[in-house]
């Protein structure tokens, strides 16, 4: 099915994203235009969040008190655990209310990659005190990048010795060059055995490749959302590409 209307906002919801992002470049401040930009991704995403679903930005927390460290975006669920806002849109987040982590850099670099695979390791020493909730995926999003000689995921497998079983994103997001998702799935559980893969999304142009993240999101909060009795996904009312991503990378191991 394809729905004009909400076809048709989308499109224009991208182009108005996609256009922020270039005016923010002549703000002569890398701080603000990494502020800017951080905040237009969360306002483009927000139209299509759920009821009871937001965005926002500052640590995650665990009962613990382990914290990890600032998260450019953060998609949480309000019907969970309350978190505690010091600013609008910033604040500390308990674990078992965060659904995404996000990653947002003007320029993907070496050393900011390196940078967000620690900092995302860290996330993930938190400990939920729930089973069904604090399962956070994270993304690493950049709208551009200085590699030339290789791809954006090649250089990711280099710095992330845990690529492939448990890696510190769920999803890289580089405009006009890649967008590249993680899975994961149980072989046989008892004798502890895995397949993990990384499929590469053939896309057409930066417009196909916000809306494959918005579709994902979408169809993530969909599937926490049946937990809690609650709406389908609205990525029904999109149109389906019909991308068969490729499979670039896929292991089995185990543990014990």
Same mark, same amino acid.
């Given at each position: 099915?394809?729905?004009?209307?909400?076809?048709?906002?989308?499109?224009?919801?991208?182009?108005?994203?996609l256009?922020?992002?270039?005016? $923010?470049?002549?703000?002569?401040h890398?701080?603000?235009?990494?502020?800017?930009?951080?905040?237009?991704?969360?306002?483009?995403?927000?139209?299509?969040?759920?009821e009871?679903?937001? *965005?926002?930005?500052?640590?995650i927390?665990?009962?613990?008190?382990?914290?990890?460290?600032?998260i450019?975006?953060?998609i949480?669920?309000?019907?969970?655990?309350?978190?505690?806002?010091?600013?609008?849109?910033?604040?500390?987040?308990?674990?078992?209310?965060?659904?995404? $982590? *996000?990653?947002?850099?003007?320029?993907?670099?070496? $050393?900011?990659?390196?940078?967000?695979?620690?900092?995302?390791?860290?996330?993930?020493?938190l400990?939920?005190?729930?089973k069904?909730f604090?399962?956070?995926?994270? %993304?690493y999003?950049?709208?551009?990048?200085?590699?030339?000689?290789?791809?954006?995921?090649?250089?990711?497998?280099?710095?992330?010795?845990?690529?492939?079983?448990?890696p510190? *994103?769920?999803?890289?997001?580089?405009?006009?060059?890649?967008?590249?998702?993680?899975?994961?799935?149980?072989?046989?559980?008892?004798?502890?055995?895995?397949?993990?893969?990384?499929?590469?999304?053939?896309v057409?142009n930066?417009?196909?490749?916000?809306?494959?993240?918005?579709?994902?999101?979408?169809?993530?909060?969909a599937?926490?959302n049946s937990?809690?009795?609650? $709406?389908?996904?609205?990525s029904?009312?999109?149109?389906?590409e019909e991308? %068969?991503?490729e499979?670039i *990378?896929?292991?089995?191991?185990?543990?014990?």
């Amino acid at each position: 099915m394809n729905n004009k209307i909400y076809e048709e906002y989308l499109k224009l919801d991208i182009e108005i994203l996609l256009a922020e992002s270039e005016i $923010a470049k002549y703000v002569e401040h890398s701080g603000m235009t990494g502020t800017i930009r951080e905040f237009g991704i969360g306002k483009f995403l927000e139209k299509y969040l759920p009821e009871n679903w937001n *965005f926002g930005k500052g640590k995650i927390i665990d009962s613990s008190g382990t914290i990890s460290p600032e998260i450019d975006l953060i998609i949480y669920n309000k019907t969970n655990l309350s978190p505690r806002m010091y600013r609008d849109k910033e604040g500390i987040f308990p674990i078992e209310c965060v659904l995404y $982590a *996000f990653e947002i850099k003007s320029t993907s670099s070496k $050393a900011n990659l390196l940078k967000s695979v620690e900092n995302f390791h860290q996330l993930k020493t938190l400990k939920s005190t729930s089973k069904r909730f604090g399962n956070i995926r994270c %993304v690493y999003f950049a709208y551009s990048t200085d590699i030339t000689e290789k791809t954006e995921i090649d250089r990711y497998f280099e710095l992330d010795e845990k690529h492939y079983w448990n890696p510190a *994103f769920n999803v890289l997001c580089i405009l006009d060059r890649g967008y590249w998702v993680y899975y994961n799935e149980t072989l046989d559980k008892e004798k502890k055995q895995w397949k993990s893969s990384w499929h590469k999304f053939d896309v057409t142009n930066n417009k196909y490749y916000i809306k494959g993240l918005l579709m994902g999101i979408l169809n993530t909060i969909a599937s926490e959302n049946s937990k809690l009795s609650a $709406a389908p996904s609205l990525s029904s009312y999109f149109e389906d590409e019909e991308k %068969v991503p490729e499979i670039i *990378f896929e292991k089995e191991y185990k543990f014990g």
